[in-house]
């Protein structure tokens, strides 16, 4: 394959950048940016993603934090320069690029090192984005709970730390006496390097509180027996979009319980009564940095304790198989397997295929019964998708029948609170046999207190009925 020069022709919008446009309405340009797509011949030759995709995907990210993208290209390399990533020949043409479309930003998407980041900000005399710095960027807006622009900080601040130790000798330069960062002969460096980890410990510390108290709402949640469902998928899937039209439904729990737990939990009533608590959480991202996966984890342990783990997929996007299997790799890295049985896929923007496509996704999604396709934007297939939830959880439990006196308004109250109650049969003698599923716990609970008034339904034999 012949190498490709920075592409001059402008730009189509892309069609991550269109779709997620309308998102924040319309927000402050904040810098006009080259975006540069780096492309190692022999990786692309090797399968990976094709690189026009990649591009588009970048540029969408760049635009997602109110980049002007100015301008944007593949470069082909055949091999990586340790110095400036990018050969000789490539750094000056970008630099004219640079000067003539008089960009502050160009965003490499790839990851360099503090090195290459250095010099090729130096030749550009532009400020230099890696896919690290972009990611962190994106997520550091996205992040919607204070826990969230923690994490993201803390991965910002380590992530400038490595580049400040190794690259940034330019700041070693004496304070000049000031003193009001340390004592007489500290560097710059030095300097900085201290508040940096100042910063760290502040916010080390402040996570350290936001996580006891999400323990203690993870706690009050246990109380209630409300499963939870974490949505997943990669990022622009409609995972924010789907959580809105489940929870601003009529449908919403307006539990107390809830109102003090984090925006991005809400609890729902499913079609037969129950209550689910569904938990948004962070948009996966292909090559999302280790360091973030990790900075993240206190988020995803939300995902990998969740009941249902609700898969988000965007099946009109052209690279709808890659990101799916992004998200699998994700989630294989917090211990999620495959095959875990806690799966379930919403395919999402149905209404965006057109009528062979959609004909060809609906047989996909007749063929299994952990996947439900629809438009969350639409509204559509959401009845289907909280009945298989619902289906799902189900299965989990198991029926009782619980034989209640007259009077007894507190154990009855106590099977609405931690049980799904199917039926009441009143008898003439004043009691009532109640019909209610239990998760195993809350069963264990209903033995000791109701003792021999709860039996067990045989599912067959109910079935049978
Ligand atoms: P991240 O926060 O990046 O993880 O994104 P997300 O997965 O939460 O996606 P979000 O809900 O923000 O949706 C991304 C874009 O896709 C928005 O512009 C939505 O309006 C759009 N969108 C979501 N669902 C649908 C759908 O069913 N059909 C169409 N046509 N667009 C949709």
């Known amino acids: 394959m012949e190498p490709r020069r920075c592409d001059t022709r402008p730009l189509r919008a892309p069609q991550s950048a269109q779709r997620g446009g309308g998102r924040r309405g319309e927000a402050a340009v904040t810098g006009r940016a080259l975006v540069i797509e780096p492309v190692l011949r022999r990786a692309s030759l090797a399968g990976a993603r094709p690189p026009a995709a990649k591009l588009d995907e970048a540029i969408g990210l760049a635009r997602a934090i109110d980049l002007e993208v100015e301008q944007s290209g593949i470069v082909m390399l055949n091999a990586l320069r340790p110095a400036s990533y990018l050969g000789k020949g490539k750094v000056e043409e970008i630099s004219g690029l640079v000067k003539s479309y008089d960009a502050g930003i160009v965003v490499m998407d790839c990851a360099l090192s503090p090195v290459q980041q250095r010099n090729l900000e130096k030749a550009w005399n532009a400020k230099v984005v890696d896919r690290t710095g972009l990611i962190l960027e994106i997520f550091g807006r996205r992040a919607r709970t204070r826990e969230g622009a923690l994490q993201v900080e803390h991965a910002h601040l380590t992530y400038q730390k490595s580049r400040l130790v190794r690259s940034w000798t330019h700041l070693e330069r004496q304070r000049g006496g000031f003193g009001f960062l340390g004592g007489p002969g500290e560097t710059q460096l030095e300097a900085d390097r201290r508040m940096i980890d100042e910063r760290l410990a502040k916010i080390e510390n402040e996570l350290g509180g936001v996580k006891r108290t999400r323990a203690l709402h993870r706690e009050s949640r246990r109380r209630v027996p409300y499963p939870i469902v974490a949505l997943v998928g990669y990022t622009n899937a409609g995972k924010s979009t789907l959580f809105n039209a489940l929870t601003n439904a009529e449908a919403v729990a307006k539990d107390l319980l809830f109102a003090t737990l984090d925006p991005a939990m809400r609890a729902v009533v499913l079609p037969h009564g129950r209550k689910a608590v569904f938990s948004d959480t962070v948009g996966f991202i292909s090559d999302l940095p280790t360091a973030l996966i990790a900075a993240f984890r206190a988020t995803l342990e939300e995902v990998v304790a969740a ?159």
């Open 307 to 465: 009941d249902v783990i609700l898969h988000v997929r965007d099946v009109s996007h052209s690279e709808a198989e890659s990101q799916a299997a992004d998200v699998a790799n994700v989630l294989a890295e917090l211990g999620i397997g495959r095959d875990d049985p806690r799966l379930i896929e919403f395919w999402n923007k149905a209404d965006l295929l057109d009528r062979g496509e959609r004909d060809m996704r609906r047989a996909q999604v007749h063929r299994r019964k952990d996947c439900v396709l629809g438009s969350a934007l639409k509204g559509e297939g959401l009845d289907v998708l909280l009945a298989t939830l619902e289906e799902h959880l189900a299965a989990k439990l198991e029926t009782y029948e619980v034989t209640l006196a007259a009077a007894e308004g507190r154990g009855l109250a106590w099977l609405h609170e931690n049980g799904e109650v199917l039926s009441r049969q009143s008898r003439p003698d004043g009691t009532s046999v109640m019909t209610v599923r239990l998760a195993p716990d809350r069963a264990a609970q209903a033995v000791s207190r109701f003792g021999a008034r709860l039996r067990a339904v045989d599912s067959l034999s109910r079935a049978a009925e």
